[in-house]
């Protein structure tokens, strides 16, 4: 058995829909999506200004070796989002401020991490946005145990396909199949369109539970 296993290079994702999603926000697709959203664990380690998007190149990695990440390094491309899995580690960090760099360089967007970090001045320093799930001192070595380049992946409880669109925000992060990109895109633009649509009305002296029907529905709850 290989134990080292490469897929083929995706697709990228349509640049309209990029940047579609770059003008919305995270929380506006949750209002009526509850599909590929990774676990709130995964947070950025420095605060994200707008929304992120691009392109999944995925990593997959185990325990303590970060052998096909560096690989992957030389295959990154402008535009893309590198998510790793970690296949079950939390212990080690596979990424520090070495690994962030040359992932900048190669014209990544930015890296969703399925575990810890080091290096966090350094990669803030090096200004890549990174997802993970906090930080660790314990690092990955090139122990040249195996892994996979670009195929299927889960990270934070989401099944990722390589070529999928990755949105970002300080909300944290969604994965979206492409070919159901376009109808959440739609979605998304006309609720957020409709954002902050009652501050004026609020403002003015009319209450929120009025305006959204909430008191309605509790006042024929408690009648009834």
């Keep these: 058995m290989k134990k080292y296993r490469i897929g083929p290079r995706p697709a990228a994702v349509a640049d309209d829909l990029l940047a579609g999603f770059r003008a919305v926000e995270i929380a506006t697709i949750g209002h009526f999506r509850h599909r590929g959203f990774v676990s709130r664990a995964l947070r950025p380690i420095a605060p994200i200004s707008g929304t992120l998007t691009g392109t999944a190149v995925t990593v997959a990695i185990p325990g303590t070796c970060s052998t096909m990440l560096h690989h992957a390094m030389s295959v990154v491309q402008p535009g893309d989002v590198v998510v790793i899995d970690r296949l079950g580690d939390t212990r080690h960090a596979c990424l520090g401020g070495g690994v962030a760099f040359a992932a900048r360089v190669a014209?990544?967007?930015?890296?969703?991490?399925?575990?810890?970090?080091?290096?966090?001045?350094?990669?803030?320093?090096?200004?890549?946005?990174?997802?993970?799930?906090?930080?660790?001192?314990?690092?990955?070595?090139?122990?040249?145990?195996?892994?996979?380049?670009?195929?299927?992946?889960a990270c934070g409880n989401v099944p990722v396909m390589p070529g999928d669109l990755v949105v970002m925000d300080a909300c944290g992060v969604l994965v979206l199949p492409p070919d159901e990109a376009p109808g959440v895109l739609a979605e998304a633009a006309a609720r957020q369109a409709r954002a902050g649509r009652n501050r004026g009305l609020i403002e003015a002296g009319q209450k929120l539970g009025e305006l959204s029907g909430a008191s309605k529905l509790v006042a024929a709850a408690l009648d009834g």
């Design 107 to 153: 014209g990544a967007v930015a890296v969703v991490l399925d575990g810890p970090c080091t290096d966090p001045d350094e990669i803030i320093e090096v200004g890549l946005p990174v997802f993970c799930t906090g930080v660790s001192a314990i690092t990955t070595r090139l122990n040249d145990l195996g892994g996979a380049l670009n195929l299927p992946v």
